[in-house]
């Protein structure tokens, strides 16, 4: 292959990836589960954000209206102490949609890394790499997580290194997959031809065009950190009282559910609706990758 064709092999995928990337945004918009899920999480967003300005109660305020029913001035009534349900809905999407994302941002950039290393080079560095990869994933990541934050002890920051952590190998098997597959293309073998570095390669030219699994894998994932992250405070290991984390909320009130159930179903709820939103831009996402 002589250097000019080896510059036009090279050229094909940058020409088409701003082609690619439009095509995909409109595919996105004219997905009616892509757009109800954005929107429902659009919705939690901008309440993460600015509930402090919207919430009609201080949630972490206790009162003596003590289990008291839903009503003009509670709208899904207070918790043993007093705290205003609805007001700690609210305020426990923050915590949610903190977390998550940040620990599916880890797992990504650690799993994207591994994955294209190990990929690329092939030989003894992959099987090294996924030596280590099977044996992460050997064992049940509830575990894992529930020694980790044992031993580091529970906080917002620990929570989201975990499950961050957690997720990198199987990202990285995704991630190793579709490099597996690029790196047989003409576009790779001309930058080579071309003496580009192996990390010039990986990032710039590889990298560009398997952003469509990563992207799936990435949407997939903020709905399992989303449940994870919940599962965790649940168990105790998590958040932290006083926290309003919908999760922790879930596993102190759980108790009243019978008698009082709004204690918890408001929280129920929101969490539901977020990964079901998560799962509804995965699921878009997914479509408009495989169009």
Do not use: C, K
Not at 69 to 75: E, V
Not at 139 to 157: E, H, K, R
């Amino acid at each position: 292959m002589s250097a000019a064709d080896a510059a036009t092999v090279v050229a094909t995928p940058s020409a088409t990836r701003g082609q690619r990337a439009g095509e995909l945004g409109r595919a996105l918009l004219r997905s009616r589960t892509f757009m109800v899920g954005a929107v429902v999480l659009a919705f939690w967003v901008l309440d993460a954000i600015f509930w402090p300005a919207i919430v009609p109660h201080d949630p972490s305020s206790t009162g003596t209206d003590i289990l008291v029913g839903p009503s003009g001035d509670h709208l899904l009534g207070t918790d043993n102490l007093g705290r205003d349900v609805f007001s700690r809905v609210l305020a426990g999407a923050r915590s949610v949609l903190i977390v998550a994302p940040l620990a599916t941002l880890i797992g990504l950039i650690g799993g994207t890394t591994i994955g294209l290393v190990s990929g690329y080079h092939r030989g003894i560095v992959d099987d090294v790499v996924s030596r280590i990869v099977d044996a992460f994933l050997a064992f049940p990541a509830i575990v894992i997580a529930l020694l980790a934050l044992t031993v580091l002890g529970s906080s917002q920051v620990t929570v989201i290194l975990v499950i961050g952590i957690l997720f990198m190998p199987i990202i990285a098997r995704t991630v190793r997959s579709a490099v597996l597959v690029e790196r047989e293309r003409d576009y790779v073998a001309a930058a080579r031809l071309r003496g580009d570095s192996a990390p010039y390669v990986m990032l710039a030219e590889i990298l560009p065009n398997i952003t469509g699994p990563i992207a799936v894998e990435g949407t997939v994932r903020l709905g399992y950190a989303i449940f994870a992250a919940a599962t965790l405070s649940f168990l105790g290991v998590g958040l932290q009282i006083p926290s309003p984390d919908w999760g922790l909320t879930v596993a102190v009130e759980r108790v009243n559910l019978a008698v009082n159930p709004w204690t918890v179903l408001g929280a129920a709820i929101a969490l539901a609706t977020v990964v079901v939103a998560v799962n509804l831009v995965a699921d878009g996402v997914r479509q408009a990758v495989e169009e």
